[in-house]
C-alpha cells in the first residue's frame, strides 16, 4: 500500500521568506503526485501534479515542486510567501495502475503560517 | 465548469438518526469519490464510482454507509444510525476517465461537516 509522509505538520515563516513544505512517499513505482491547499471550512483546491514529464513542476500561486526519484520526495516551494498562502497544504499520491482506480492516498498535512 | 457541488455544507444531527448528503460533480466527470476527512488528518477513501457503477469500497466504508450514483451524474451518501465517530467532513471528488488515464486531477467540492450531538 502507499503512504505519504509530511515532515511537519506547521512550518511557520515570514512574510517574503522562502516557503518549504516536504513530503515523500512510499512506493514500488513512481505514484502521480499531487499537491491541494485546503482553506478553513473549504474543499482541496489543486496547486500542481506530477505526472511523469518535468520533474519540475510549476503551480498556481507561484508554488512549484520537484520530483527527485533518488529521494522519493516531491516537496513544494514558493520562492517568497504572501500571507494569502496561509493554510493547510496536502500532498497526496494515486497508483499509476488502474487497479486502484487511481484513489487519492493523503499526507497528514501542514499548516503554513505566515508572519507579517 | 461551475465545480463540483455539495449540498448541505452543513449537518447537525443526534446520534442515532440518519442522514444523506449530495454531492453534484462536474458535469462532463464520469469518475466520483468519496472521502471523509476527520480534524487534524487528512482525507481518507471511502468510495469510487465510475459512471453508475459502484467500484470500490474502503474498508471505512461500514455497513452503516451506503453510497449511489443512480444515473452516472450526482452521487448521495447515506449514513444509517449515526453514532459519534462518523462527525467529520465528508469531501466530493470527480475527474474525467478515460481509458488508463489516471493523470488527471480530481476536483474537490466544499464538503459537508458533519456534526453529531
Known amino acids: 500500500a502507499q503512504s505519504v509522509t509530511q515532515l511537519g505538520s506547521h512550518v511557520s515563516v515570514s512574510e517574503g521568506a522562502l516557503v518549504l513544505l516536504r513530503c515523500n512517499y512510499s512506493?514500488?513505482?513512481?505514484?502521480?503526485l499531487f499537491w491541494y491547499v485546503q482553506y478553513p471550512n473549504q474543499g482541496l483546491q489543486l496547486l500542481l501534479k506530477y505526472t511523469s514529464a518535468a520533474t519540475l513542476v510549476k503551480g498556481i500561486n507561484g508554488f512549484e515542486a520537484e520530483f527527485k526519484k533518488s529521494e522519493t520526495s516531491f516537496h513544494l516551494t514558493k520562492p517568497s510567501a504572501h500571507m494569502s498562502d496561509a493554510a493547510e497544504y496536502f500532498c497526496?499520491?494515486?497508483?499509476?495502475?488502474?487497479?486502484?482506480?487511481?484513489?487519492?492516498?493523503f499526507g497528514k498535512g501542514t499548516l503554513l503560517t505566515v508572519n507579517p | 465548469d461551475t465545480g463540483v457541488s455539495q449540498d448541505p455544507r452543513h449537518k447537525i444531527t443526534k446520534r442515532g438518526q440518519n442522514v444523506t448528503f449530495r454531492c453534484d460533480p462536474i458535469?462532463?466527470?464520469?469518475?466520483l469519490y468519496w472521502y471523509r476527512q476527520t480534524l487534524g488528518q487528512g482525507p481518507e477513501f471511502l468510495t469510487y464510482f465510475q459512471n453508475e457503477a459502484q467500484l470500490e469500497k474502503s474498508r471505512l466504508l461500514s455497513d452503516r454507509f451506503s453510497a449511489e450514483r443512480p444515473k452516472g451524474s450526482f452521487s448521495t451518501l447515506e449514513i444509517q444510525r449515526t453514532e459519534q465517530g462518523d462527525s467529520a467532513m465528508y469531501l466530493c471528488?470527480?475527474?474525467?476517465?478515460?481509458?488508463?488515464?489516471?493523470?488527471?486531477?480530481?476536483?474537490f467540492g466544499d464538503g459537508t461537516r458533519l456534526s453529531i450531538l
Open positions: 458535469s462532463e466527470h464520469n469518475r
Open positions: 497526496a499520491v494515486s497508483d499509476r495502475s488502474g487497479g486502484s482506480n487511481y484513489k487519492l492516498t
Open positions: 471528488a470527480s475527474s474525467l476517465g478515460q481509458g488508463a488515464t489516471g493523470n488527471q486531477p480530481q476536483h
Open positions: 512506493s514500488s513505482v513512481p505514484p502521480y
